[in-house]
Structures are given as C-alpha cells and as structure tokens.
T-cell receptor, first 123, second 112 residues
Framework: GAVVSQHPSWVICKSGTSVKIECRSL??????MFWYRQFPKQSLMLMAT?????????EQGVEKDKFLINHASLTLSTLTVTSAHPEDSSFYIC???????????????????FGQGTRLTVV | AQSVTQLDSHVSVSEGTPVLLRCNYS??????LFWYVQHPNKGLQLLLK??????LVKGINGFEAEFKKSETSFHLTKPSAHMSDAAEYFC??????????FGAGTRLTVKP
C-alpha cells in the first residue's frame, strides 16, 4: 500500500519557538494533503487542506498565521507551528490523497493515507 | 456540507462475540465512506471503503460494512471480536477529493 511518512514523530520545544512538521508521500503523488489535530481521546479535527502549488484552505477557527502550511511539491507538505505555546501541544496527523479516480458521477474511490502523527509538546 | 455521526462513543464486547459500530452520514451528494482504525499512539489504518460499487463492503481483519442509502448508514460489523481489535474506530465521509470529515470516533473495548 501507499506510504506516507511524517517527521518528526515527536518533538518538544520551548514556548515562543517554531516547529516544522513534514509529511511526505513516498510512492505516489499526492495532489491533496490534509492536516489534522487530535486532542487526547478525541477525534481528528481537520485544520486545513492543501493542494500542490496553491494556498491551503483553512478550516474555520484555525489561525493561518500560526499554522503555516506549504505544499511545494506533489510529495511534500509541511506544517509550521509558529510561536508555539503550551496550548498548541497536541497530536498532529497528516494525510495524503492521490488524484481521484471517478467511478460514478460525483463519486471518487481514492482513500487517504495517513502519516504516523507527530506529538508536539510545548514547554 | 457533509457530516458523519458515530452513535456510540464507547462499545464494549466480550472476545468471540459480534461487534457493531454505528455510523450515520449526511451528504447532499453521493458520498464515499471509509472506516479507519487507530491503535494507541499510532497512525490510522484503512479498514474498508465504500465508493458506490457493492453496498456490502468487506475489509481487512474480518470487518465489513453495509451502505444503506435509505437509512443513511454505514455500520461496521465483525462476527467475532478478537482482543487485538481493541482500538479507536473512525467513520469518515468524503464527497470531493478536497474533503474528508471524521466522526467523533468509537472506542472499542474487548473483554477476555
């Protein structure tokens, strides 16, 4: 199956510093990548969707200037948490989706492949 | 806009008994539906997906789900639970390639 590599798997940083998380699709081209945030024992909350070569689309309530997303190539997207604070501590997960294959009008059969996640702790 | 509701936050079964994890969706268009499993501190693994082909979908590890348009449901089942099935399960709906919405998740506990 397709592999998505997310790095680092965990990171501890000081308050006020920035942290970059990388998400790479290793054996396919990802036209779309998603970034999620997951609090303990909760579901994945979509933060933003990025398409290669264009600006990311952020969900309501997600600060664009705080969570910088770059999708510079078809195999790499990065999430930078700027000026991190303890409340930014969380589990961040990326996923990548290959180009859609239409099987019926309005329906696509492409699943998303997930990275292993990054646990960010801001102290 | 589409959304998905997982009706149970926690399901507990005994090993060897059937598993039923419920999921209802809302979508203006024909959706693609997925079930993912997440083990503690791990990433997500796809169990199965529905993409407008057969309504009964078979996945990995003995799981299957049936798409019922009339009930807007996509419940996940397994005939016999195993201890290794204990995990968090997410139902996901997608209409376009730029959108994947997660349900709140159902934590499955399997008792010996």
């Amino acid at each position: 199956g397709a592999v998505v590599s997310q790095h680092p798997s965990w990171v501890i940083c000081k308050s006020g510093t920035s942290v970059k998380i990388e998400c790479r699709s290793l054996d396919f081209q990802a036209t779309t990548m998603f970034w999620y945030r997951q609090f303990p024992k909760q579901s994945l909350m979509l933060m933003a969707t990025s398409n290669e070569g264009s600006k990311a689309t952020y969900e309501q309530g997600v600060e664009k200037d705080k969570f910088l997303i770059n999708h510079a190539s078809l195999t790499l997207s990065t999430l930078t948490v700027t000026s991190a604070h303890p409340e930014d501590s969380s589990f961040y997960i990326c996923s990548a989706r290959p180009p859609p294959q239409i099987v019926a009008p309005g329906t696509m059969n492409t699943e998303a492949f997930f990275g292993q996640g990054t646990r960010l702790t801001v102290v | 806009a589409q959304s998905v509701t997982q009706l149970d936050s926690h399901v507990s079964v005994s090993e060897g008994t059937p598993v039923l994890l419920r999921c209802n969706y809302s979508s203006s268009y024909s959706p693609s539906l997925f079930w993912y499993v997440q083990h503690p501190n791990k990433g997500l693994q796809l169990l199965l997906k529905y993409t407008s082909a057969a309504t009964l979908v078979k996945g990995i590890n003995g799981f299957e789900a049936e798409f019922k348009k009339s009930e807007t449901s996509f419940h996940l089942t397994k005939p016999s639970a195993h201890m290794s099935d204990a995990a968090e399960y997410f139902c996901v709906v997608s209409v376009t390639n730029n959108d994947m919405r997660f349900g709140a998740g159902t934590r499955l506990t399997v008792k010996p």
